[in-house]
C-alpha cells in the first residue's frame, strides 16, 4: 500500500504548493517509495487524521502517522546518504534553517496575496485573517512595494551561489535532502508567483532546473505561476 502525503492545494487540487510537502515528495521519489498525494485544504487539516493534524505534511504508513518534513524524513532515511551519512542530520538541519529564515521569510511576504488568490473562499477567510493578525496588516498593504525587495533577495541567495560554483547540488555531485529543502522554498514561490524575479543566469536558476528535471521531472507536474508585478 502507498504512503498516503497529505498535500497542501489551494482551489485547484493539480497545483500543490507547500515547501514542506514538495521537500518530502522529492524525498519519497529519491528513494523510490511509492507514496500518493491526498490534495488538502488549509480548512481541512484540523480534520484529518482524527483532528490530531496541525500541519502539512502528515503522512499515513499503514499504522503509522508522522506530522513535519524532518521527523518524516528522519523515519525513511536516517543514516542514509539523503540525510549526508551518518553524523549527517546537524548540517542538514542548518539547511532547513537558512532556508526559512532567509528564503521563507521572503517569499512568505512576497507571495502572500499571490498565495491567497490561488485558495477557495472558505479557506480565503481563514488565511487571510491568521496572516494579517501575523503581519499586522492587509496582504494588500504587504505587497504593495515588494520589488523593493529584490535586491535582498539576491544578496540572501550569495551562500548557495558561492556553493554552486563548486558543486552541482548541495549534496555534492547528487542532491540529498539539503538540495530537497531549498528546492521546496523555490518551488513554493514558483508556483503561487514564478521564478521571474530572479536573474535567468543566476546560479540559483540553473540548479533549481537540475532539480525539476530529477526523478523523472517530479517538479515540472506543477507548471509556473503568473508574476504579478
Ligand atoms: N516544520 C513543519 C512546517 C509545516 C508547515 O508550516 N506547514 C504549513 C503549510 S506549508 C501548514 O500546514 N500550515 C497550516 C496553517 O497555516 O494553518 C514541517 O517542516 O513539516
Known amino acids: 500500500m502507498p504512503v498516503l502525503l497529505y498535500d497542501l492545494v489551494g482551489k485547484d487540487p493539480l497545483r500543490p504548493f507547500s515547501p514542506h510537502c514538495?521537500?518530502?515528495?522529492?524525498?519519497?521519489?529519491?528513494?523510490?517509495?511509492?507514496?500518493?498525494?491526498?490534495?488538502t485544504r488549509f480548512t481541512?487539516?484540523?480534520?484529518?487524521?482524527?483532528?490530531?493534524?496541525?500541519?502539512?505534511?502528515?503522512?499515513?504508513?499503514v499504522d503509522i502517522c508522522?506530522?513535519?518534513?524532518?521527523?518524516?524524513?528522519?523515519?525513511?532515511?536516517?543514516?542514509?546518504?539523503?540525510?549526508?551519512?551518518?553524523?549527517?542530520?546537524?548540517?542538514?538541519?542548518f539547511t532547513e534553517s537558512w532556508s526559512?529564515?532567509?528564503?521563507?521569510?521572503?517569499?512568505?511576504?512576497?507571495?502572500?496575496?499571490?498565495?491567497?488568490?490561488?485558495l477557495n473562499e472558505e479557506d480565503q477567510l481563514f488565511f487571510r485573517t491568521k496572516r494579517e493578525k501575523m503581519f499586522g496588516q492587509t496582504l494588500e498593504n504587504l505587497v504593495a512595494?515588494?520589488?523593493?525587495?529584490?535586491?535582498?533577495?539576491?544578496?540572501r541567495l550569495l551562500p548557495l551561489k558561492l556553493l554552486l560554483r563548486r558543486h552541482d547540488f548541495l549534496g555534492g555531485e547528487v542532491p540529498d535532502f539539503a538540495d530537497y529543502i531549498v528546492f521546496g522554498a523555490f518551488q513554493w514561490l514558483r508556483i503561487t508567483s514564478s521564478l521571474k524575479m530572479i536573474p535567468h543566469d543566476h546560479?540559483?536558476?540553473?540548479?533549481?532546473?537540475?532539480?525539476?528535471?530529477?526523478?523523472d521531472g517530479l517538479g515540472h507536474n506543477v507548471s509556473e505561476g503568473e508574476l504579478t508585478i
Not at 44 to 61: H, N
Open 145 to 155: 512595494s515588494r520589488e523593493d525587495s529584490l535586491n535582498e533577495l539576491i544578496n
Open 66 to 93: 508522522i506530522q513535519d518534513s524532518f521527523e518524516i524524513v528522519k523515519h525513511y532515511a536516517l543514516g542514509k546518504p539523503l540525510l549526508g551519512g551518518p553524523d549527517g542530520e546537524a548540517l542538514v538541519r
Open 22 to 39: 514538495w521537500k518530502t515528495k522529492m524525498m519519497f521519489a529519491h528513494l523510490g517509495l511509492e507514496f500518493e498525494a491526498v490534495p
Open 100 to 118: 526559512q529564515s532567509q528564503l521563507h521569510s521572503w517569499i512568505g511576504k512576497w507571495a502572500m496575496l499571490d498565495i491567497c488568490n490561488m
Open 44 to 61: 481541512e487539516v484540523a480534520q484529518i487524521e482524527g483532528g490530531k493534524c496541525t500541519s502539512l505534511p502528515t503522512i499515513r504508513d
Open 203 to 215: 546560479a540559483v536558476i540553473d540548479w533549481f532546473k537540475r532539480c525539476l528535471d530529477l526523478h
